[in-house]
């Protein structure tokens, strides 16, 4: 039975604990790029955080489903609820990633950079959708947190491709060549996801700021 007492802008609440599992994650993914001795035991933690980042997400498709009226369209918040718990399933990808290939430390700073970068634009996020229940009244400070995010991830597309250049130009090994250009395209397309987000939160203010 559908549930048309209210907007329910608990809807909010969830999307802003998603942006913290992303954040968290975000910061995990650093901390195994500054020390790559911890990466199996940071797996046990992001396997954590993407685990609540799921429930979080089948709790809100479940209230979709039992209401009649919400805060926003339910198309925005199923496309910020499913790109918030993308961005959680690609950090633990990147994990993997390293874990699995056993690549060691990075011989550059590049994938700390684009995990700092990573750090930086999910708070943005986190601020972001924490603003969400007052859209009007907030719309100034969601677009800047969404320029700030465009701005980390033009930034991370220039490490990006330095970086790749830098690979093709210097690596020798072959298979070492390999495995780094995935693990920093997964970084990268990690950083992406955090823009289309951003891109939909944008959306969101245009259609009721």
Known sequence: MFDIGNKHYEFFDMLNEQAK??????????????????AHTKMDEIREIEHQADKVTADTVQRLNQIFITPIDREDIFALSYGLDDGVDNIHGCLERVIMYEVGQPKTDGPIKLTNLLIQATEELVKATGLLKNIRANQIAILEATNRILRYEIEGDTVYRKEMTALFKTEKDAI??????????????????????????????????
């Open 21 to 38: 599992y992303f954040h968290e994650g975000a910061k995990v993914m650093h901390d195994v790029m500054n020390d790559y001795s911890i």
């Open 176 to 209: 070492s060549l390999i495995k780094w250009k995935d693990i920093l395209q997964c970084l990268e397309d990690t950083l992406d996801q955090t823009k289309h987000i951003s891109d939909t939160l944008k959306g969101v203010v245009m259609k009721y700021a």
